[in-house]
């Protein structure tokens, strides 16, 4: 049965977002009671347990989101896809997890027991079937679950944890709401499943390696910094002010790549099925709507990051207000690279490109990261992530017009509208904070400002997608509309892309 992907973009932003919630909600409370040496301390270890989950996962999130989105409607065959996925996880988290237990009585005594509760982020990988949920596009069971255990998890932090002392409740908090939130998915799986023989864990093992090199790449430039911090600063105060301010910004970049996992098994099977023009159709829209989201928050960070530093973090944490203006430009360089990476070449089979772009970046980002950090600290490694982001993207865009599948021009022309109104927001903001106090209350008229001013100048250009939205939201167009798709590619793809619920 064909899902909804507006109905699916809802559920998975959802989903993301509260996946962050519960340091996005908890980090200012977090920052106070904890410190910024602590909040560094917890930043380190789980930049050091990030590794494991690595090798644990291998490359079969992705790759089992798009096996299982190539046989949805064969009952037989995503069973069958299902346990070798599962039993492939089953074995290489729980040899990761006896290494890292090793790793942690042999090199983090100091730090003893915050690393062995990160064992619980390893764990994690062996009951983690989201990708097969996402693979089938139920979205909405994700989302559910998601909420309950963030909630509770935010419930108990504001309850348990007071003081420094506390950093072990908080990782528990953290790590098993994840692990709870996963485990409750299981409740689902007899719907979907039928019983087969034959598993076989290995069988297309060469794919599940092919797409874990990109991901090793990525783990470089996305949790090197953190560690790389750690072993060339004194303390974790540095690691404090980084993991703070990445946090923020990767928070914002769930609302940037929240349609990128909903378009992966729909790409996937629309390219299978050979119809090229609507895999056009839909990467067009994804690359309009990473413009429509990244680039308003993007000059809202730059326009307001001093306000917010003092407000949302509190004291000690001044550094931060230089780092976030920094870091806002990774929702651009992120956003367009996911679309290129996730919702191009691994539907279409294009891992060796994913592992090109990635691995450029990597290096890029290694090679600041050891020119940097040593001098600048935190304010190295987010200048190198940036530019290494920057590598990544560029790099996916030359093999796509080398490739001339699709042409690139459209992909920036129809960007123009949310830069101007994108510009004039900022512009507006950086000079409505100075007059205004430190306050709460500012901070809150700053964004709601911002916001308002961003959508209103859109209505004023008349942006396509915009209203296009607008109008799928009160329900003026027909639902149960199959995708139109244009003659070619088109700047402005503007169609419902609601996909009809039918069998």
Same mark, same amino acid.
């Given at each position: 049965?064909a899902?909804?992907?507006? !109905?699916?973009f ?13 340091p ?11 410190g ?5 301390l +917890?930043? +380190?270890?789980? /930049? ?15 790759y089992?989101q798009? #096996? ?7 009952k037989?065959?995503?069973?069958r ?6 039993? *492939?996880?089953l074995l290489?988290?729980?040899v990761? @997890?006896? %290494? ?5 009585? @042999?090199f ?6 915050i ?11 062996? $009951?983690?079937i &989201?990708?097969?949920?996402?693979g089938?596009?139920?979205f ?7 909420i309950?255990?963030?909630?509770a998890?935010?419930? %108990?932090? $504001?309850?348990?944890? !007071?003081?420094?002392?506390?950093? =072990?409740l908080? &990782? ?8 709870l ?6 409740l689902? *799986? ?5 019983r087969?023989?034959g ?10 390696i ?13 949790? @090197? ?7 060339? /600063?004194d303390?974790?105060q ?6 703070? %301010?990445? !946090?923020?910004?990767?928070i914002?970049?769930t ?6 996992i909903?378009?992966?098994p729909?790409?996937?099977s629309?390219y ?9 159709? +839909? @990467? ?5 709507y ?18 917010f530093t003092?407000i949302?973090y509190?004291p ?5 207000a230089t780092?976030?203006?920094?870091f ?5 360089m992120?956003?367009? /690279?996911?679309?290129n990476?996730?919702? +191009?070449?691994?539907p ?11 691995t ?24 190198? /992530?940036?530019?290494a982001e ?9 093999y796509i017009?080398?490739t ?8 920036f ?9 994108? *510009? ?5 903001l950086?000079g409505?904070?100075?007059?205004? =106090?430190i #306050? ?15 959508f ?29 798709? =244009? ?5 402005e ?6 996909? &009809?619920?039918?069998?």
């Amino acid at each position: 049965m064909a899902k909804s992907i507006k !109905k699916n973009f809802i559920y998975n932003l959802i989903y993301q977002v509260m996946m962050l919630v519960s340091p996005l909600v908890v980090t200012p409370y977090v920052s106070r009671v904890l410190g910024v040496d602590t909040v560094g301390l +917890y930043s +380190y270890a789980d /930049s050091m347990a990030a590794y494991f989950v690595l090798v644990a996962v291998l490359g079969t999130s992705t790759y089992g989101q798009r #096996a299982i989105g190539y046989v949805q409607d064969d009952k037989e065959g995503r069973s069958r896809a299902f346990w070798d996925i599962f039993l *492939l996880r089953l074995l290489t988290s729980s040899v990761t @997890l006896g %290494a890292y237990v090793g790793y942690a009585f @042999l090199f983090a005594r100091e730090n003893l027991v915050i690393t062995l509760i990160f064992s619980l982020n390893v764990i994690n990988v062996m $009951f983690d079937i &989201t990708w097969f949920m996402q693979g089938m596009e139920e979205f909405g069971k994700t989302a559910l679950r998601s909420i309950l255990f963030r909630f509770a998890c935010i419930a %108990a932090i $504001f309850l348990f944890v !007071k003081d420094a002392g506390d950093l =072990p409740l908080y &990782t528990v908090f953290m790590t098993a709401s994840t692990v709870l939130g996963n485990l409750s998915l299981w409740l689902y *799986l007899p719907k979907y499943l039928v019983r087969v023989k034959g598993v076989h864990p290995f069988h297309d093992f060469k794919s599940v390696i092919m797409l874990f090199i990109p991901t090793i790449a990525t783990q470089i430039y996305t949790v @090197l910094d953190k560690s790389m911090i750690g072993w060339f /600063s004194d303390g974790y105060q540095e690691n404090g002010y980084y993991e703070q %301010a990445e !946090k923020i910004v990767k928070i914002a970049l769930t609302a940037v790549t929240a349609l990128g996992i909903v378009m992966i098994p729909r790409i996937s099977s629309t390219y299978k099925a050979g119809d090229m023009e609507r895999v056009k159709y +839909y @990467l067009y829209n994804s690359y309009r709507y990473v413009w429509m989201m990244a680039i308003p928050i993007m000059f809202g960070f730059i326009s307001i990051a001093s306000v917010f530093t003092p407000i949302y973090y509190g004291p000690g944490y001044e550094k931060c207000a230089t780092l976030l203006p920094i870091f806002s430009v990774l929702l651009i360089m992120i956003g367009l /690279s996911n679309v290129n990476g996730m919702q +191009y070449f691994v539907p279409i089979g294009k891992e060796k490109i994913l592992t090109l772009t990635v691995t450029v970046g990597a290096v890029v980002n290694f090679a600041l990261n050891l020119a940097l950090i040593p001098f600048f600290a935190s304010l190295g490694a987010s200048i190198a /992530s940036v530019i290494a982001e920057f590598a990544v993207t560029l790099t996916g865009f030359i093999y796509i017009r080398k490739t001339k599948q699709f042409p690139l021009r459209p992909i920036f022309t129809c960007s123009w509208r949310y830069w101007i109104a994108g *510009l004039a927001m900022g512009g507006t903001l950086f000079g409505l904070k100075y007059c205004m =106090p430190i #306050a709460l209350w500012s901070l809150i008229v700053l964004i709601g400002a911002g916001i308002a001013i961003y959508f209103v100048l859109l209505l004023a250009l008349r942006d396509p997608f915009l209203i296009d939205l607008i109008k799928k939201g009160v329900g003026l167009l027909r639902r149960n509309k199959p995708d139109p798709v =244009p003659a070619e590619a088109q700047e402005e793809p503007q169609q419902d892309e609601n996909e &009809t619920d039918k069998k």
